[in-house]
């Protein structure tokens, strides 16, 4: 079942050549096996790509939240692209410690 959330997700792909993308995104809807989301730029299908998305909720009322999660890119055009999600965990709010930042 997909529910339809809207919230901000930073991305990081590995196409199979050339040099990792990353960016900044709003989510359209989510499942424990897809995601859907708004991006600027067409990514590459096939590419790996890890993403972290602002949780709506916080842990005990105060600690923010993210939802890690991998996958691989199914669908891409201008504007949007959709993710098989393989891996995801919800932890504590990670921006402090990601190997990269998307760019703005």
């Given at each position: 079942?997909?529910?339809?959330?809207a919230f901000p997700i930073r991305y990081r792909v590995?196409?199979?050549?050339?040099?990792?993308?990353?960016?900044?995104?709003?989510?359209?809807?989510?499942?424990?096996?897809?995601?859907?989301?708004?991006?600027?730029?067409?990514?590459?299908?096939?590419?790996?790509i890890e993403m972290v998305a602002q949780w709506p909720?916080?842990?005990?009322?105060?600690?923010?939240?993210?939802?890690?999660m991998t996958g691989f890119v199914v669908r891409s055009?201008?504007?949007?692209?959709?993710?098989?999600?393989?891996?995801?965990?919800?932890?504590?709010?990670?921006?402090?410690?990601?190997?990269?930042?998307?760019?703005?």
């Amino acid at each position: 079942m997909r529910y339809t959330l809207a919230f901000p997700i930073r991305y990081r792909v590995v196409p199979r050549n050339g040099p990792p993308l990353t960016g900044r995104g709003t989510t359209c809807d989510i499942s424990s096996a897809g995601l859907s989301f708004l991006c600027r730029e067409a990514l590459p299908m096939g590419s790996h790509i890890e993403m972290v998305a602002q949780w709506p909720a916080n842990a005990d009322g105060r600690c923010p939240l993210d939802l890690k999660m991998t996958g691989f890119v199914v669908r891409s055009n201008q504007g949007s692209a959709a993710v098989r999600v393989t891996s995801h965990k919800l932890c504590a709010d990670t921006s402090a410690t990601l190997s990269y930042r998307a760019s703005a």
